[in-house]
C-alpha cells in the first residue's frame, strides 16, 4: 500500500509540473510601453534587475524606457525554485529632433550656486518615481489629463536655445493658463512641489506598482502630499513654470526610473471629441 501511494505521488509531481500556469502577457513590447503580466501569485518575477510586485490575483507591471533594447529578458521562479527565462523581442522607435527657441537662459546656462537645489529636487523627484505601492490605478484605462494642443511628443531630441538637451520623456499639451489637470487614472498624490529649477510646479502621482505620473510647468496645484485622487478629479491648474514659453502640460510618466511614453496609453487626441 505505501508503495502505491508514493508512486501516485511521483505521478501527481509530474503531472503538475510548476509550470502549469502559463505566463500571459498584455500591451506592446516598444520603447516607452507599459507592460501588465499574470503569473501564479506564489511565483517570483525580476524583469530588469529588479523583483516585481505581484498582487493577490498574480498581476504585475513592467515598463520600457526609450532606449529599451531590441531584446528583454523576465525571469519567472515557480515557488519549487525552477525558472523559466522568457526574452521578448522590443519595437525599435525613431526620434525626431526638436528645437525650443526662447527659454528662460538660467534654464540653458545654469549657475554653479543653483546646483545643490537641483541635486535635491532630482532626489525628491527620484524618490517619489521609486515609490513601489500596492494600488492597482495602472490597470485602469487612462484618460487625457488635459485638453489642447499637442506641442511635444515623447523621445525627441531637444535643443534649447540652440544648446543639445536631455531628450524629451513627456507629452506637451498647450493649453490656456489656469485650465485644469485631471487625474489620468485614480492614485495618490506623492510629490507637490511650487516651483523646481527646471520644471516648475511639479505634481507627482502614485498608481501603484512603481508606475507614476509626473505633470510639470504647473501654474497651481489643488491637491497636497497624501491625497488620495479619483481618475477626472482637478489637481492642478496648466502653467508656464520652470524651463517653459508658453503655458502647456507637460504629463511624464515612469515605471520607477524608466521612461514611459503616457501617449501609449490613452486613446485619440486631448480634445473634446477625441480628434482635431
Ligand atoms: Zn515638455
Sequence with gaps: MK????????????LLPSTVLALEIKG???QGGMVTGKTDPANNIEFLGRVVRINEQGIFVV??????????????TFS???RRIHTFKVKQREYNEQRIEGVPKKTVDIPEEELPRIYKEIAQTKAARNIDSSLNSFLETFQWPAQGIITGIYGSRRFYNGKPGRPH??????????????????????LVHKNMY???????MDHGHGISSTFIHLHKAHVKEGDKVE??????????????TGPHLDWRMNWFDQRLD?????DGLPTKNGDQ
Design 3 to 14: 508503495t502505491v501511494i508514493y508512486v501516485l505521488s511521483v505521478c501527481l509531481s509530474i
Design 28 to 30: 506592446e513590447w516598444i
Design 63 to 76: 515598463g520600457l524606457s526609450r532606449d529599451a533594447k531590441p531584446s528583454v529578458q523576465m525571469t519567472e
Design 80 to 82: 519549487d525554485g525552477s
Design 169 to 190: 520623456y513627456g507629452i506637451d499639451i498647450a493649453a490656456p493658463q489656469g485650465s485644469p489637470v485631471l487625474a489620468p487614472s485614480s492614485g495618490t498624490i506623492t
Design 198 to 204: 527646471f520644471s516648475g510646479g511639479t505634481i507627482i
Design 231 to 244: 481618475q477626472g478629479q482637478v489637481i492642478a491648474e496648466i502653467g508656464s513654470t520652470g524651463r517653459s
Design 262 to 266: 503616457p501617449q501609449l496609453l490613452v
